[in-house]
């Protein structure tokens, strides 16, 4: 399909501000190419006739798009002018082009591009701004004319005319794909709609500020469905790349996997570097996902935590906006262990599961109500948590059937293999193989300065946070000394109050010894905060930072691969010298086959190595974005427990102070 | 209270005990001392407008242990008996400091030069903290002395404050230490004893057992804030430590650069954070100990007191018992009464002086330290603040 044509600019990864341009047009073309054909033969939406108009002249805007474009806006605006009875909107419509200039500002026909484009589209829709700028894209990267015009001022149809074309062509590809199922409702729905609109004329007005306001919110109206299907191509378009060498990678090996990934690409036409942040937003806002409720399930050793798993998502891959599922730990794992399967190989940065602790959960099976094991139980909640919202906001993890899977699916099958193979086992295993792989390849000189850096600056990293780790950790641990300590003290203090002969005194340390008591709490509580927001963040990201290390590895052994291949082909060749010199020419045909047959392996590694090694830096810029953001938000969340506790502490010394001001 | 001092920190500790003296006619002070290897050498100011001194002002250098031998005559003086005593210094303890920068001159090679410096610097402040300390305390045992309206008068003292060679006391060899231990055991024994002789004076018998009750529970009090203290301490040592290792992450982290921003800032406050604590709990620790120990010390002095009011009281009734003697019993009897009157009298004087002294104290450490926190739980609050705004507007 369409990857074979996008495999051959490897560049791409590298440089992604002009890819997104180039990137689009090809797409689009790739995408015509392959769509059309197959979007006529399920052609759902059969019965309605217009929408055989707007399916063909968007596919054309695409392949064509100037002279296609400039015909296609005019049927619409034939279309439209019939309809005209009501509104601004009417009148945008009926005038379609020079109207269009006078009624948005003052530049002319020639330039008005530009300006209008960005002027009509921030102004009505300005929560929408990540939608808006995908469309300029698009647009303004297709050289849409005066049809950007009426775009901007029709705000919703005009999209869906560009839309329209990416969410068709998917659906036909790709059936098992919920996202392409997806966007067929959506555009069945929209479709009519559009068309009603465009005839009745009645709706674009209101229309456009109801779409935008809920365009993240999951709509259900079909101008909603707009701006959704919208958000949803771009999620699909947010990791075009990835998809693609997705696509790319796993079509070789992965047969399955490589269908929707495939589609999803080349739905993906347009990429852009804001649509990283876009990503960013669409996963905080499309996919919530809590665990809550841990239940122990079962007596004795056989009994086990369960945690709820509530996903609310207004993404349409999914059956319903909300739904809640039952998972155990070894369900987690199962996950990871599934996904490392099906993608670690090709570069993807998998997040790590918490690691499998049999004394912790030994406690928990054996104790009744201990406070550790109920520590224990709500640190492995948090952990699971964070551990499946990291897997989410992955954008190609997310397009996995196995996650969607997790998340959805009321029964799982038992994941068996993890019970020997806990998280821990499995990262020292990986940690093994690291270990061998960088020996065996210490001989591999890094053409890629970039990897040399970052893999030192990985190995660094660990180290630090390792370092930073213990230390968090005994701070975690002195501190709840001092909390203990605070409150010895609060009571002996009590003490000496209560054998004080003067009364004021006396008064003055049981009301020290009531403030001491309230410190203890405080320090209680930061404890905990140490080590919830702190020291787990830390721990997250010793076992990302192995996982990164995972990846490099992967890189590596593709190197290997590919140098192997290399060599073998070497001595393919001196046979074949060999054999000539020799005169045989019985064997000569049979050197010759194997030489062509290496060559094509060679070839083969070698691309997959320049994939993998561009999957790799992706991902890896990902994790470095996530990082930050990461940090910044869980320092911040720290600095703001340590400044309530300190506010705390100001407001029981400051009620304390008159008592001691008051003896005499 | 008149100090020529501009060290705030000996101010506060001047006005902890020394709150009944507020005349300037004498007044000492420590403005220096010299540690040299494990001796310590105090230079003891004083400035005076008593006859009984030659020159109205001067200083002496003295040694630790001049000061043990002038709280020793003082107690062994009989007619102190009746007298709260103040309690002598701790002997000079730099061995923890000093210990700590032995190992640290050891694990030198395993860290880094940060971490090193870092550590040498704490360790350094430690020590100059344990330095103050005992000045402090040597000093607030000669004004306790200075501010007491008969011990100022003592000779002994006098020439402590005077003379301007070296008093060639010399340590308390092995048989007197022996000798102070089983002095001390045949106290408490004597304690033990006495606790069953029915007590004449029912406000010595309530001072009793308030002291004894009040003893036991302030030595818990300071053991426990002791020990909160130090793990208030190991806290604020885990935030240096944090700092540091967050330091060196962000200096190695080129890439992550707003985190790397993030990290400075909180690298930043915990050092703050970490400072402050520490300078607040040691200052808290300081006023506790110093109280309890006075306290503690008082009581002993008064507890000793009693006994040997006891004592005489019952060398008296064995005179009258035997029926022998009666005429040298009576004059011991008499003496004894005499004495014990004179005992009970200067004791509850004493005790009453002691007690709104103790008051007193309390109140101030109680001011100063609230005060303190709020100081600096108010610090670490704008530190906080303004390191989350750095933070929200990366």
Sequence with gaps: ?664 | MTSISEDSDKEKVRSVSVDLNNDASLVIDIPDALCERDKVKFTVHTKTTLSSFQKPEFSVPRQHEEFIWLHDTIVETEEYAGLIIPPAPPKPDFEGPREKMHKLGEGESSMTKEEYAKMKQELEAEYLAVFKKTVQVHEVFLQRLSSHPIFRKDRNFQIFLEYDQDLSVRRKNAKEMFGGFFKNMVKSADEVLISGVKEVDEFFEQEKTFLLDYSSKIKDASAKAEKMTRSHKNVADDYNHISGALNSTAADNNTAFKKTISVCVLQKLEDRVASDQELKLTELLRYYTRDIQAAKDLLYRRARALADNENSNKALDKARLKGKDIAQAEENQKQCLQKFDKLSESGKKELTSFKARRVVAFRKNLIEMTELEIKHAKNSVSLLQGSIEILNSN
Aim: hydrophobic share 35%; with cysteine; net charge negative.
């Design chain 1, 1 to 664: 399909m369409a990857a074979s044509s996008e495999r051959s600019p490897p560049p791409f990864p590298d440089s992604e501000e002009p890819e997104l341009l180039e990137d689009s047009d090809e797409e689009a073309d790739a995408f015509t190419g392959t769509s059309i054909s197959e979007m006529d033969s399920p052609s759902p939406d059969s019965t309605r006739p217009p929408k055989d108009i707007f399916n063909e002249p968007p596919e054309d805007i695409f392949s064509d798009p100037l002279s296609n474009i400039n015909s296609e806006p005019q049927k619409k605006v034939d279309a439209k002018i019939p309809s005209p009875s009501s509104d601004e909107a009417v009148d945008l419509f009926s005038d379609p082009l020079d109207d269009d200039s006078e009624v948005m500002s003052s530049p002319e026909v020639q330039n008005p591009m530009p300006d209008l484009l960005n002027e009509p589209v921030e102004a009505p829709k300005s929560d929408s701004s990540s939608k808006s700028s995908s469309v300029k894209k698009a647009a303004s990267a297709e050289m849409f004319g005066d049809d950007d015009d009426e775009e901007d001022l029709f705000k919703e149809p005009p999209k869906v005319v560009t839309k329209k074309p990416q969410p068709s062509g998917p659906p036909v590809d790709v059936f098992t794909e919920v996202k392409s199922d997806v966007k067929v409702k959506p555009q069945v729905k929209d479709d009519p709609t559009d068309l009603f609109a465009e005839e009745a004329l009645t709706a674009p007005a209101p229309k456009p500020s109801s779409g935008s306001s809920s365009s993240r919110t999951n709509g259900v109206h079909s101008e909603e469905q707009d701006l959704f299907s919208e958000a949803t191509v771009e999620l699909s378009l947010d990791s075009p790349c990835n998809d693609r060498k997705n696509k790319e990678a796993v079509k070789p090996s992965v047969s399955a996997p490589a269908a929707p990934v495939a589609s999803s690409s080349s739905k993906a036409p347009s990429k852009s570097l804001e649509e990283l942040e876009e990503e960013e937003s669409e996963d905080k806002f499309d996919l919530n996902i809590s665990i809550t409720n841990p239940e122990k399930v079962g007596d004795g050793m056989n009994a086990y935590m369960a945690y709820k798993v509530s996903t609310q998502t207004s993404l349409t891959m999914f059956r319903s906006k909300t739904f809640t599922v039952r998972r155990r730990f070894s369900d987690f794992l199962g996950l990871f262990e599934k996904l490392s399967e099906k993608h670690s190989q090709n570069g993807y940065l998998i997040p790590p599961p918490p690691e499998k602790s049999i004394l912790g959960m030994t406690k928990v099976k054996v104790g009744k109500e201990d406070p550790s094991s109920a520590e224990f139980v709500e640190r492995r909640r948090a952990a699971l948590e964070r551990y499946l919202q990291r897997v989410v906001s992955h954008p190609s993890l997310l397009q996995d059937p196995d996650v969607r899977e997790f998340l959805e699916k009321e029964e799982l099958p038992r994941a068996v293999s993890t019970q020997a193979l806990s998280g821990a086992g499995f990262l020292k295993m990986l940690n093994k193989a690291t270990d061998a792989v960088s020996k065996m390849t210490i001989k591999m000189n890094e053409q890629d300065v970039w990897f040399d850096e970052k893999i030192q600056d990985v190995e660094n990293e660990e180290q630090h946070l390792r370092k930073l780790h213990v230390m968090v950790e005994s701070l975690v641990n002195h501190r709840k000394e001092l909390s203990g300590n605070t409150a010895v003290f609060a009571k002996s203090v009590a003490m000496l109050g209560s054998s004080e002969d003067n009364t004021a005194l006396s008064r003055a340390l049981s009301q020290l010894a009531e403030v001491e008591d309230r410190i203890e709490q405080l320090h209680q509580e930061q404890a905990s905060n140490d080590f919830f927001t702190f020291s787990e963040l830390l721990a997250d990201y010793i076992r990302l930072l192995g996982a990164v290390r995972g990846c490099f590895d992967q890189r590596m052994k593709a190197w290997q691969r590919w140098q192997d291949a290399e060599n073998m082909l070497q001595k393919k060749r001196e046979a074949e010298a060999k054999l000539l010199w020799a005169n045989k020419p019985d064997k000569l045909q049979q050197a010759k086959d194997e030489i062509t047959e290496w060559e094509a392996k060679v070839t083969q590694y070698e691309r997959e190595f320049e994939r993998i090694s561009a999957t790799v830096r992706k991902e890896v810029i990902r994790f470095d974005k996530e990082k930050a953001r990461d940090f910044n938000r869980q320092v911040i969340k720290y600095l703001e427990s340590l400044l309530h506790s300190q506010q705390q502490l100001i407001k029981y010394w400051d009620a304390f102070l008159p008592e001691a001001k008051a003896i005499v």
